[in-house]
């Protein structure tokens, strides 16, 4: 035992002994949302102590205290004992049972049969491993770093979900995240302020969700309190949502009500607050299309193009991609011929380069330009310069539009 302890601390440890023994530690569980569909799909379990005169004491209170000696791991067995029984009642009862994540202290990285204990009570109740999700905190991870990638690899092989919990409270190391082979990534609420407006604040949160995706993590934000977080979230694809603006952590039988029942109650069904980003973009593309039957990238340094053809347009004949100086003189061939040469000329890669150096935003000209009919309309054609931040290639985005 730690010589650390107060005398208060020693009188409150037991007590927490005691209400261990007469089970007085229960999960109180906090839904968990699809950030799009607002559809119900896992929990976590939270630990609450229902003293006899029926009050109930939050974690706050007796969790920092149970840390400092071995209590924590009992609570923790107790609470995963709780949350198998309410998921093998469930199952009996032929309810819908949708995955439960349980907190384990930093303190079970060194307990000698973590990973046998976890399977054996999962399996006295003979639930399906993927039921129950590992939840470690970070600063749990950063023990011994070595010891905690095996044993999360272990775990996952054994069927369980693992979540790294509390992402960017502390010191968060990138490389124990790439090389730990959790499947969710909890991103902790103090990265989220009231209302996400701060430019350096989405950054952050933006860049670590890309990341989390591209590492194939689930993602969670935790601690969700408002509608401004929920829509700024979802534009960064974040996939599930826990906290106080859909539901907070509550008694077994109101979870069990909340889980058949699927949905949130207060989802909002506009697809302006539930899109995810990709189809915002479709959905300008569809807006641009519209305005501009023909779009075109090109690659000047490389003198190559890329055709997004949306609607039929005379100059859409010749291939989909290829060398530009042989677009624009393919371009050129259907204008009229006293426009021939100005086309020529202001869309050879020369032009575009000088025009770009002079810090020129885009090149614009009307000719006029031989339609399918055999007659001559009015084209605008623009090159904006635009810039992809893993090259420094020349890029241009060509929009052009009829005007007759
Ligand atoms: P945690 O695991 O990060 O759990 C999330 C905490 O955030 C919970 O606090 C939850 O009630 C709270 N929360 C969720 N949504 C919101 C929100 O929208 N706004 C705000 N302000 N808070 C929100 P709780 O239940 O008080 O638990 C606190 C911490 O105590 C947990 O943080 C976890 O680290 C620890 N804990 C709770 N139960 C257990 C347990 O069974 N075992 C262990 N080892 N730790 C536990
Ligand atoms: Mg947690
Ligand atoms: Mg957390």
């Not at 999360?152 to 979540?163: Q, T, Y």
């Not at 952050?204 to 990341?211: G, K, M, P, R, T």
């Not at 603006?245 to 109650?265: H, T, V, W, Y």
């Not at 935003?361 to 992809?388: A, P």
Request: net charge negative.
């Amino acid at each position: 035992m730690n010589d650390n302890i107060s005398e208060q601390e020693k009188n409150l440890m037991d007590r927490i002994e005691k209400a261990l023994e007469n089970d007085e530690f229960i999960p109180f569980y906090q839904p968990q949302y699809d950030a799009t569909t607002g559809k119900l799909v896992s929990a976590e379990a939270l630990a609450r102590w229902i003293t006899p005169d029926g009050g109930i004491v939050s974690p706050a209170e007796f969790i920092p205290c149970a840390e400092k000696t071995d209590l924590i791991t009992k609570i923790d067995w107790a609470i995963l004992n709780a949350v198998c029984r309410f998921q093998k009642k469930r199952i009996d009862e032929k309810h819908r049972c949708v995955p439960v994540a349980v907190n384990f202290s930093r303190k079970h990285t060194a307990e000698p049969f973590f990973r046998q204990k976890l399977n054996e009570t999962v399996d006295s109740y003979g639930i399906p491993h993927n039921l129950i999700e590992v939840e470690l905190t970070e600063s749990a991870m950063m023990n011994d770093s070595e010891a905690i990638v095996n044993l999360v690899s272990e775990i996952r092989n054994d069927g369980f979900n693992v979540a790294i919990d509390d992402f960017g409270s502390g010191l968060s190391s990138l490389s124990l995240v790439k090389d730990i082979s959790a499947n969710v990534l909890k991103i902790d609420r103090s990265l989220l302020s009231g209302n996400c407006e701060s430019e350096k604040e989405r950054i952050v949160l933006e860049s670590i969700f890309a990341f989390a995706h591209r590492l194939k993590l689930t993602t969670i934000a935790e601690g969700v309190e408002t509608r401004e977080q929920l829509g700024f979230l979802r534009t960064c694809d974040c996939r599930l949502i826990q906290g106080f603006l859909f539901a907070k952590p509550m008694p077994e039988q109101d979870f069990g009500k909340a889980c058949s029942q699927r949905f949130c109650d207060d989802y909002n069904e506009d697809i302006l607050i539930t899109q995810p980003h990709a189809s915002v973009t479709s959905l300008i593309m569809e807006a641009v299309f519209t305005k501009f039957p023909l779009v075109i990238m090109a690659n000047l340094t490389r003198n190559s193009y890329y055709m997004t053809a949306y609607e039929n347009f005379s100059a859409t004949s010749c291939p989909s991609t290829g060398v530009f100086d042989e677009l624009i003189q393919h371009g050129a061939s259907t204008m009229h011929p006293d426009d021939r040469e100005l086309f020529r000329t202001t869309f050879s890669v020369d032009n575009l380069m000088e025009a770009y150096k002079r810090g020129e935003k885009f090149v614009k000209i009307v000719t006029r330009q031989l339609g399918d009919d055999g007659v001559y309309r009015k084209v605008e054609t623009t090159d904006f310069f635009v810039q992809n931040p893993s090259v420094d290639d020349v890029l241009v985005v060509t929009l052009c539009q009829n005007l007759d």
